[in-house]
T-cell receptor, first 113, second 114 residues
Framework: DVKVTQSSRYLVKRTGEKVFLECVQD?????MFWYRQDPGLGLRLIYF???????EKGDIPEGYSVSREKKERFSLILESASTNQTSMYLCASTWTGRTAEQFFGPGTRLTVL | QQQVKQSPQSLIVQKGGISIINCAYENTAFDYFPWYQQFPGKGPALLIAIRPDVSEKKEGRFTISFNKSAKQFSLHIMDSQPGDSATYFCAANYRGGSARQLTFGSGTQLTVLP
């Protein structure tokens, strides 16, 4: 059974803090993705990675960075958290060529005060 | 920017009824159209998907209808059950940059009343 785990279910941070969200998958997937989910806006792609140390910007990369040092782990970094980054963050992964079939983690609800 | 427009935002259906969710797109470069289902507290999960060269795909009570000329596709849930209550996202697959990406609709919150 494919498993995508995210480091925290709930996180509360203060404006200006550096925030790390971690995602780990156990299916040897090449591709990993970070989305944010907001009511009425659906899922919006922040960054994705198609190989170790490779990354590509999605639709809303501003204010975020990512790191992928190992195949199974993909981290999302908020360099200086702001209140407009309060959201649900979802990590997903899949095999190369199977982009339409992504496996999602349970999400991290981040609140920035 | 790639877009998929989804409606309605919310839908309430009686048990046994038909739930219909609609999506429309503009970019003809989209080449695969999945639907995802998300239960509260969980991440989305792939439900069913269709290619643009097929007009309909059925899996159990779930059917996708696809109209390529109108650039529209829809999800039909027959004999809707309370267990179908969830948020549904349509999506479209395309090549953005050096790799393929999914762009999602805004989501439909479905409530099936017992």
């Amino acid at each position: 059974d494919v498993k995508v785990t995210q480091s925290s279910r709930y996180l509360v941070k203060r404006t200006g803090e550096k925030v790390f969200l971690e995602c780990v998958q156990d299916m040897d997937h090449e591709n990993m993705f970070w989305y944010r989910q907001d009511p009425g806006l659906g899922l919006r792609l922040i960054y994705f990675s198609y190989d170790v140390k490779m990354k590509e910007k999605g639709d809303i990369p501003e204010g975020y960075s990512v790191s992928r040092e190992k195949k199974e782990r993909f981290s999302l970094i908020l360099e200086s958290a702001s209140t407009n980054q309060t959201s649900m963050y979802l990590c997903a992964s899949t095999w190369t060529g199977r982009t339409a079939e992504q496996f999602f983690g349970p999400g991290t609800r981040l609140t920035v005060l | 920017q790639q877009q998929v427009k989804q409606s309605p935002q919310s839908l309430i259906v009686q048990k046994g009824g038909i739930s219909i969710i609609n999506c429309a797109y503009e970019n003809t470069a989209f080449d695969y159209f999945p639907w995802y289902q998300q239960f509260p507290g969980k991440g989305p999960a792939l439900l069913i998907a269709i290619r643009p060269d097929v007009s309909e795909k059925k899996e159990g009570r779930f059917t996708i209808s696809f109209n390529k000329s109108a650039k529209q596709f829809s999800l039909h849930i027959m004999d809707s059950q309370p267990g179908d209550s969830a948020t549904y996202f349509c999506a479209a697959n395309y090549r953005g940059g050096s790799a393929r990406q999914l762009t999602f609709g805004s989501g439909t919150q479905l409530t099936v009343l017992p």
